[in-house]
């Protein structure tokens, strides 16, 4: 009996070495990509270190195209000290993502069965290997939340207050964690919450008096429906399984994002947890679960609120599961917390070798699918949109415009040019969606832009969308000529079409 006791933490820590050892050569072996959107953070992050501004376009209305300003402020330090936003944005990327599994371990306590399935999942998931080198704050958001999580479980009040302070800047979906957690954080304290509200109020009044808006602009760029109809889609889906989403009573936009979201949330769960979902199902201790029961409570209202949330807006660049890979560690914390209660069973072995165990197989399996991703859009960046903007950068004066539809991360920020974002993340008059067609072809043009770029998704000069075929087909649109079309022999279904004003061309 004493050797089995024995064995059991030695198989664990065998168990978590290997999914380290995983995670340090899938690290090293992942492409060293940058997607476009973190170019934003970038210039905003420049902006602020370079210029004292944390905007946009330099000398103009400050506008928030950023939706959590912890990251920006970590690279903008990283600029003043001389490092690179690429290469600071990739240290804290891989650092948060390990990080996030020694959050895991300490959170279920050490070297036990819980601890060495959650990381053996956390550790083969390949979108965490996409999200780590992507510059984006993905895995900063995943660590965040699992140290408020340990904080929680610790009953450390300042490192838990510090940890939803820092969780709340992060990213907006931060600061309905914290409230969740603090109300069910006990002993309750006004103390701590004098502590906890008077940064972020000081914050919230500066941004709202900077930026002039409630929400970030991302807030208007994406929603697309209310949280009523997000509920009502969702329980139509529900109900017959995305066979007919146009019964849905929403208009045709809606219907569209909403059916991509439901899709998008249905794929990751059928790939990531249903498995694991199973495991804590037949497993489960409800003794366990009742002296846990302020923390799950609050995760599952947290998990559910910014569920209904997300399929209420256009969820852009959701590449490998963008949005819903943060609370990928959470759900397998879940499933650690249930195991740990459970002895070295007949069921929980069985469990274990028929659901866990094929289930790593498979995240492993995923790996070749998110290089493959990966690596050919880090060769679009170098042969497109990189190029773009050091050509532009090189060629036109820095007083000119730019404007961009779609791609505002690299063409922009490469450039240093003053840019309209026809993506609207970063463009407040675009982002409120209420203006007519005529209106917003008008302010297309409005600035005598020197350069065009317009994203498409063949080879050649062609309309996207709607707005974009009545921009080309604009007789204001003359005054600009085709330079050239980049794009990557990797990614032949996209690129990006350059347009000169005609005065600029050179003969």
Same mark, same amino acid.
Request: aromatic share 14%; net charge positive; hydrophobic share 50%.
């Given at each position: 009996?004493?050797?089995?006791?024995?064995?059991?933490?030695?198989?664990?820590?065998?168990?978590?070495?290997?999914?380290?050892?995983?995670?340090?050569?899938?690290?090293?072996?992942?492409?060293?990509?940058?997607?476009?959107?973190?170019?934003?953070?970038?210039?905003?992050?420049?902006?602020?270190?370079?210029?004292?501004?944390?905007?946009?376009?330099?000398?103009?209305?400050?506008?928030?195209?950023? !939706?959590?300003? !912890?990251?920006?402020?970590?690279?903008?330090?990283?600029?003043?000290?001389?490092?690179?936003?690429?290469?600071?944005?990739?240290?804290?990327?891989? +650092?948060?993502?390990?990080?996030?599994?020694?959050?895991?371990?300490?959170?279920?306590?050490?070297?036990?069965?819980?601890?060495?399935?959650?990381?053996?999942?956390?550790?083969?998931?390949?979108?965490?290997?996409?999200?780590?080198?992507?510059?984006?704050?993905?895995?900063?958001?995943?660590?965040?939340?699992?140290?408020?999580?340990?904080?929680?479980?610790?009953?450390?009040?300042?490192?838990?207050?510090?940890?939803?302070?820092?969780?709340?800047?992060?990213?907006?979906?931060?600061?309905?964690?914290?409230?969740?957690?603090?109300?069910?954080?006990?002993?309750?304290?006004?103390?701590?919450?004098?502590?906890?509200?008077?940064?972020?109020?000081?914050?919230?009044?500066?941004?709202?008096?900077?930026?002039?808006?409630?929400?970030?602009?991302?807030?208007?760029?994406?929603?697309?429906?209310?949280?009523?109809?997000?509920?009502?889609?969702?329980?139509?889906?529900?109900?017959?399984?995305?066979?007919?989403?146009? +019964?849905?009573?929403?208009?045709?936009?809606?219907?569209?994002?909403?059916?991509?979201?439901?899709?998008?949330?249905?794929?990751?769960?059928?790939?990531?947890?249903?498995?694991?979902?199973?495991?804590?199902?037949?497993?489960?201790?409800?003794?366990?679960?009742?002296?846990?029961?302020?923390?799950?409570?609050?995760?599952? +209202?947290?998990?559910?609120?910014?569920?209904?949330?997300?399929?209420?807006?256009?969820?852009?660049?959701?590449?490998?599961?963008?949005?819903?890979?943060?609370?990928?560690?959470?759900?397998?914390?879940?499933?650690?917390?249930?195991?740990?209660?459970?002895?070295?069973?007949?069921?929980?072995?069985?469990?274990?070798?028929?659901?866990?165990?094929?289930?790593?197989?498979?995240?492993?399996?995923?790996?070749?699918?998110?290089?493959?991703? !990966?690596?050919?859009?880090?060769?679009?960046?170098?042969?497109?949109?990189?190029?773009?903007?050091?050509?532009?950068?090189?060629?036109?004066?820095?007083?000119?415009?730019?404007?961009?539809?779609?791609?505002?991360?690299?063409?922009?920020?490469?450039?240093?040019?003053?840019?309209?974002?026809?993506?609207?993340?970063?463009?407040?008059?675009?982002?409120?969606?209420?203006?007519?067609?005529?209106?917003?072809?008008?302010?297309?043009?409005?600035?005598?832009?020197?350069?065009?770029?317009?994203?498409?998704?063949?080879?050649?000069?062609?309309?996207?969308?709607?707005?974009?075929?009545?921009?080309?087909?604009?007789?204001?649109?003359?005054?600009? !000529?085709?330079?050239?079309?980049?794009?990557?022999?990797?990614?032949?279904?996209?690129?990006?079409?350059?347009?000169?004003?005609?005065?600029?061309?050179?003969?």
């Amino acid at each position: 009996m004493k050797m089995k006791v024995m064995l059991v933490p030695s198989v664990c820590i065998a168990i978590i070495g290997l999914a380290v050892a995983y995670a340090i050569y899938s690290t090293a072996t992942s492409p060293r990509w940058v997607v476009d959107d973190s170019f934003i953070l970038f210039r905003y992050a420049d902006n602020l270190a370079n210029h004292g501004e944390l905007n946009w376009n330099l000398g103009e209305k400050p506008v928030e195209g950023y !939706t959590g300003v !912890t990251l920006v402020i970590l690279l903008s330090i990283a600029i003043k000290l001389g490092i690179s936003p690429i290469v600071a944005a990739h240290i804290i990327g891989i +650092a948060c993502f390990f990080l996030g599994g020694l959050l895991i371990l300490l959170i279920l306590r050490g070297f036990n069965i819980g601890s060495a399935t959650a990381l053996a999942l956390y550790f083969t998931a390949p979108f965490m290997y996409t999200h780590e080198w992507s510059g984006l704050e993905t895995t900063l958001f995943a660590a965040a939340m699992l140290f408020c999580i340990y904080a929680f479980t610790s009953r450390h009040r300042m490192l838990f207050v510090s940890s939803i302070l820092l969780v709340s800047l992060t990213r907006p979906e931060g600061a309905l964690l914290a409230a969740i957690l603090f109300l069910t954080f006990r002993p309750f304290s006004y103390k701590s919450l004098f502590v906890f509200v008077a940064p972020l109020l000081v914050y919230f009044l500066w941004r709202w008096a900077y930026y002039g808006q409630f929400f970030p602009n991302a807030y208007y760029a994406k929603r697309v429906a209310t949280g009523v109809s997000s509920i009502r889609f969702l329980i139509f889906c529900m109900k017959t399984w995305i066979r007919d989403p146009a +019964a849905v009573p929403v208009d045709g936009r809606q219907s569209w994002a909403l059916t991509e979201n439901v899709l998008n949330v249905s794929n990751f769960f059928r790939g990531y947890l249903l498995r694991p979902a199973l495991v804590a199902f037949v497993l489960i201790v409800w003794a366990s679960v009742r002296r846990h029961k302020y923390l799950i409570a609050s995760m599952v +209202a947290f998990c559910a609120i910014v569920l209904i949330t997300y399929l209420s807006f256009k969820l852009e660049m959701n590449f490998s599961y963008r949005f819903l890979a943060p609370f990928y560690p959470l759900a397998i914390l879940g499933l650690g917390g249930v195991l740990k209660t459970n002895g070295m069973r007949l069921k929980l072995i069985l469990a274990l070798m028929l659901l866990v165990i094929p289930q790593v197989r498979m995240n492993m399996g995923g790996m070749a699918e998110e290089r493959q991703y !990966t690596s050919t859009y880090k060769e679009l960046m170098e042969e497109a949109h990189i190029p773009i903007g050091e050509y532009l950068r090189n060629t036109l004066s820095p007083n000119e415009w730019l404007v961009v539809d779609a791609d505002a991360g690299a063409i922009p920020y490469c450039s240093r040019l003053k840019t309209v974002d026809f993506g609207r993340l970063n463009d407040e008059y675009l982002a409120r969606d209420d203006h007519s067609e005529k209106e917003v072809i008008d302010y297309f043009f409005s600035r005598n832009a020197a350069a065009l770029v317009l994203t498409n998704e063949r080879r050649a000069v062609q309309s996207r969308t709607r707005e974009l075929e009545t921009i080309l087909a604009d007789p204001r649109f003359g005054n600009y !000529t085709l330079v050239k079309i980049y794009g990557s022999e990797s990614r032949s279904d996209y690129n990006e079409v350059l347009y000169l004003r005609n005065d600029l061309l050179r003969h």
